[in-house]
């Protein structure tokens, strides 16, 4: 069984497009009924100094009527705690990183894409919906 690429925005369509990383960044919302996979890929293409790029994803089941941070499991002595998804990279250098997860969704968007105190930094951001 593959997976079938069924919606790809890019950064114009996401929102995040050649954002400056010492801001918060949120995207646009992002229709992603009857696909049950993302993919998002963050392109930090101009850099001056180290720092962590961080970002959280919330999904809505109702078109974007009603949003929900996305949650992660951790399990302690039998009992699941859940925690809002966040995600963090630490960057040294320019470069592209993708992060992957199943969508049971709506719509998606991105939210508080942020890291860097130097206002030269900038990043573009697409997203990739599918259906496996």
């Known amino acids: 069984m593959g997976t079938t690429l069924q919606y790809f925005r890019n950064e114009t369509d996401v929102g995040l497009d050649d954002v400056l990383l010492n801001a918060?960044?949120?995207?646009?919302?992002?229709?992603?009924?009857?696909?049950?996979?993302?993919?998002?890929?963050?392109?930090?293409?101009?850099?001056?100094?180290?720092?962590?790029?961080?970002?959280?994803?919330?999904?809505?089941?109702?078109?974007?009527?009603?949003?929900?941070?996305?949650?992660?499991?951790?399990?302690?002595?039998?009992?699941?705690?859940?925690n809002d998804a966040s995600y963090s990279k630490s960057m040294a250098a320019t470069g592209v990183f993708a992060v992957e997860f199943p969508i049971n969704y709506t719509n998606i968007r991105i939210k508080a894409l942020t890291g860097s105190s130097n206002a030269g930094d900038k990043a573009d951001v697409n997203v990739q919906f599918g259906s496996i």
Do not use: K, P
């Open 24 to 82: 918060s960044n949120n995207s646009n919302e992002l229709s992603c009924r009857g696909m049950n996979q993302c993919t998002i890929v963050v392109d930090h293409h101009t850099h001056a100094s180290t720092f962590t790029l961080t970002f959280y994803v919330e999904g809505s089941i109702d078109e974007g009527d009603t949003w929900f941070r996305l949650q992660i499991a951790n399990e302690a002595s039998g009992v699941m705690t859940l």
